[in-house]
């Protein structure tokens, strides 16, 4: 099964396994492919023959949102965009199967949010994470500034987020951020040996016990806040100049206004 170019979905062994199909734009993810996620994880999430979710992509994970359609939004557009990644994150969150992402390459922005949103993480020696949005005069827009200080700590969250800082495999498993660093080539088998292993637990027992985890660390109003204040984010000289710098390739100019 497929999305055209961008989704790609194989079913084995009651195994779901989500592709990002588009490594020549490092999987950049744009509206449409977005809701392409969106549809395909409603779809898996009502397949009783699949019981694990492997997100995965070519080359890299996914690099992030596509810069190029940011630039033509203004605050409700860039709010809607926001809805809408956090409807996708909040669905691999809130799936009653465990979602296992593996990455490799880059996982930016956006692509490091819908990483935070699974459950498990496994990485290659060589995945980069990251949120650079600041750089864009922008904020996490997909719930990393609640899911990444969730996961690793408010100190070590606010420096990834605040510096834009893009950290490598092995410094992200040091802090929390992803459970296991192999080799680039052992990256699949070591997220379907892991699926292999929960496909043979309880499914109404990790459902319970995944409710129960999530729901002790709720986080609701925080996610509507983060909406928005990304969108909010666009009605801001820096944000202008910040896409105009990317875009150009140099180095932005920020007034703070």
């Given at each position: 099964?497929?999305?055209?170019?961008?989704?790609?979905?194989?079913?084995?062994?009651?195994?779901?396994?989500?592709?990002?199909?588009?490594?020549?734009?490092?999987?950049?993810?744009?509206?449409?492919?977005?809701?392409?996620l969106r549809d395909v994880l409603s779809d898996l999430a009502r397949d009783d023959a699949i019981r694990v979710l492997v997100i995965t992509g070519d080359i890299h994970f996914c690099a992030g949102a596509d810069i190029?359609?940011?630039?033509?939004?203004?605050?409700?557009?860039?709010?809607?965009?926001?809805?809408?990644?956090?409807?996708?994150?909040?669905?691999?969150?809130?799936?009653?199967?465990?979602?296992?992402?593996?990455?490799?390459?880059?996982?930016?922005?956006?692509?490091?949010?819908?990483?935070?949103?699974?459950?498990?993480?496994?990485?290659?020696?060589?995945?980069?994470?990251?949120?650079?949005?600041?750089?864009?005069?922008?904020?996490?827009?997909?719930?990393?500034?609640?899911?990444?200080?969730?996961?690793?700590?408010?100190?070590?969250?606010?420096?990834?987020?605040?510096?834009?800082?893009?950290?490598?495999?092995?410094?992200?498993?040091?802090?929390?951020?992803?459970?296991?660093?192999?080799?680039?080539?052992?990256?699949?088998?070591?997220?379907?040996?892991?699926?292999?292993?929960?496909?043979?637990?309880?499914?109404?027992?990790?459902?319970?016990?995944?409710?129960?985890?999530?729901?002790?660390?709720?986080?609701?109003?925080?996610?509507?806040?983060?909406?928005?204040?990304?969108?909010?984010?666009?009605?801001?000289?820096?944000?202008?100049?910040?896409?105009?710098?990317?875009?150009?390739?140099?180095?932005?100019?920020?007034?703070?206004?």
């Amino acid at each position: 099964m497929t999305t055209g170019e961008r989704i790609r979905i194989e079913k084995k062994e009651g195994i779901g396994t989500i592709t990002f199909g588009r490594p020549q734009s490092l999987n950049v993810l744009d509206t449409l492919s977005l809701m392409n996620l969106r549809d395909v994880l409603s779809d898996l999430a009502r397949d009783d023959a699949i019981r694990v979710l492997v997100i995965t992509g070519d080359i890299h994970f996914c690099a992030g949102a596509d810069i190029r359609e940011l630039s033509d939004k203004d605050v409700d557009s860039a709010q809607v965009f926001a809805e809408l990644g956090h409807s996708v994150c909040n669905r691999i969150e809130k799936m009653h199967k465990p979602v296992i992402a593996a990455v490799s390459g880059y996982a930016l922005g956006a692509g490091c949010e819908i990483a935070l949103a699974c459950d498990m993480r496994i990485a290659s020696a060589g995945a980069k994470f990251g949120q650079p949005e600041v750089a864009l005069g922008l904020i996490p827009g997909f719930g990393g500034t609640q899911r990444l200080t969730r996961l690793v700590g408010m100190g070590a969250s606010k420096e990834i987020i605040l510096t834009g800082r893009i950290i490598d495999a092995a410094e992200a498993h040091s802090i929390g951020l992803v459970n296991a660093v192999v080799r680039d080539e052992q990256l699949l088998d070591k997220a379907w040996e892991m699926a292999r292993l929960l496909v043979q637990k309880s499914p109404a027992a990790i459902k319970l016990a995944k409710r129960l985890i999530n729901e002790h660390h709720g986080i609701g109003g925080e996610l509507e806040m983060e909406i928005a204040f990304f969108a909010d984010c666009f009605a801001t000289e820096d944000h202008r100049e910040g896409i105009s710098a990317f875009l150009e390739k140099r180095p932005p100019r920020f007034k703070g206004v």
